[in-house]
């Protein structure tokens, strides 16, 4: 006998729209032409949960708010890392505290917590206001020039994240980094949407071998920084990890775990922030009226002098910027999670097994909750938004451990560079979207220092 409990289980259980795509690769050859256009194009045809077939796995693509919140926060344990780009990030990464799960990153997650406190990355702000100044006095000398904003944010941010959180200035060795990180991301990003996946560079071709080299040079980098706090601890979070012990155990991390930690901060404490900024300096070439309300407000809080962290608080609209900057570019533009038990959202079906997206760059041009969605307006802040409807840092238990840094680092550099220059976009100059693991410029952004 049907009852009615199995007529509204049946129809929970219902399967989402979504596109055909290829009879046998499905929505895998579109995905990897242009992931971004699939993505927010299929939000507007098929609504918010979008369900694709990639070969023989299947994925939904969850873009409302509640379906948000719902993935990474309220059902969190049943939407883990065992997907296949996490998978290829682990062999570049390691088992740090970005791809880590389970009690492993519960532990490494409380080791790494005092370090992102408030008051303690309040300590950093005259490191990173001391690195910005200098970088503006070289865009100064001389005025006119052309430079590649994104290749000089990312130099920025690697120098500040290895001064303040590895205690180490990699400044010399920042083409180095730069390079063998966006070759490795690149790859990721590539092997995870092919036929055949290897999270390993196993077959001896010249693909592999440059793999190989790349993640060889940043090992390189990373065990020298390692060997340096060692020799000379001082005031910075791989100093505080190295002292760290285990409450279980009294066990200290090993080199690997070290390794891991100080890879993973490589990535995420200065690879994010740069794409931020960068795309905030190109927001603030086509929209003058917002560069010359941020400059006026500079002018009336810091009246030409370099910010502190005390002035924070009423740079309201310095924040505002960022903040609209990430919501139109958010440099983690997709995050997965590999589903564990079937569930349900917004009716549909979320077969275990299957994969679940959330994508800021989707979610944040939500109509029903971002007026003029692809307008850049900083003032639509001043307003609050619902839960799962902006977040550039993830949510949930796995939001970003250094997202008050990257906030105030963000903030302090637009604050200091934006009060003695700005950059014109060079005519001709393409901008591409490359949503690689992180969102940036494919053709770097060549700006006219103004």
């Known amino acids: 006998m049907i009852t009615l409990a199995d007529i509204l289980d049946f129809g929970a259980r219902k399967a989402a729209p979504g596109p055909r795509g290829h009879p046998v690769l499905g929505s895998l050859p579109a995905v990897r032409r242009d992931p971004l256009k699939v993505f927010l194009e299929s939000f507007r045809d098929y609504g918010d949960v979008v369900r694709f077939r990639f070969g023989p796995m299947i994925g939904h693509l969850v873009s409302a708010p509640s379906g948000v919140n719902h993935i ?14 996490y998978e290829s990030l ?12 389970g009690d492993f990153w519960k532990r490494q997650r409380r080791i790494a917590q005092p370090a992102f406190h408030r008051q303690r990355i309040g300590g950093f702000a005259q490191a990173m206001v001391r690195a910005a100044s200098e970088a503006a006095a070289r865009f100064e000398s001389p005025r006119g020039q052309v430079i590649d904003v994104a290749d000089e944010m990312m130099r920025l941010t690697l120098r500040i994240v290895g001064e303040t959180l590895l205690g180490h200035d990699p400044s010399g060795e920042a083409s180095e980094v730069s390079s063998a990180l966006s070759f490795l991301l690149a790859m990721v990003n590539q092997r995870t949407s092919r036929v055949i996946f290897f999270s390993r560079p196993i077959l001896p071709t010249p693909e592999n071998f440059r793999i190989r080299r790349s993640l060889a040079t940043l090992d390189g980098i990373v065990h020298r920084i390692i060997a340096e706090r060692r020799a000379r601890p001082g005031d910075d979070l791989l100093s505080m990890l190295m002292e ?3 409450e279980s155990t009294g066990e200290k991390m090993d080199d690997r775990q070290l390794r891991d930690e100080a890879m993973t901060i490589l990535l995420a404490g200065h690879e994010t922030t740069a794409n ?12 003058p009226a917002a560069m010359r309300e ?16 005390e002035d924070l608080p009423r740079l ?6 960022i903040e609209e900057s990430m919501r139109l570019y958010p ?19 979320i077969p275990a097994g299957s994969i679940a997206f959330v994508s800021p760059y989707v979610v944040h041009r939500h109509p029903s909750f971002w007026r003029d969605p692809e307008g850049f307006d900083p003032r639509r802040f ?14 949930g238990p796995r939001m970003c451990i250094g997202n008050g840094f990257a906030t105030m680092e963000a903030e302090l550099v637009l604050a200091t560079i934006a009060q003695r220059v700005r950059f014109e976009l060079q005519p001709g100059h393409q901008v591409v979207l490359d949503p690689s693991i992180t969102l940036r410029p494919r053709h770097g952004m060549k700006m006219r220092v103004c």
């Open 72 to 85: 990474l926060a309220e059902n969190n344990k049943n939407y883990g890392k065992q997907t296949r780009g």
């Open 90 to 101: 682990r062999y570049v990464l390691g088992n740090g505290l970005l791809t880590s799960e």
């Open 244 to 246: 760290a012990t285990d």
């Open 276 to 287: 931020a900024l960068t795309w905030t300096w190109l927001l603030l070439s086509r929209y």
């Open 294 to 309: 941020l400059r006026q407000e500079l002018s009336d809080v810091l009246g030409g002098r370099p910010p502190t962290v």
């Open 316 to 321: 309201r609209f310095t924040k505002m910027v």
């Open 331 to 349: 440099p983690a533009w997709i995050i997965a999670r590999s589903v564990a038990e079937t569930d349900e959202i917004g009716g549909y079906e």
């Open 382 to 395: 001043e307003c609050e938004k619902p839960r799962g409807a902006y977040f550039p840092f993830g949510g």
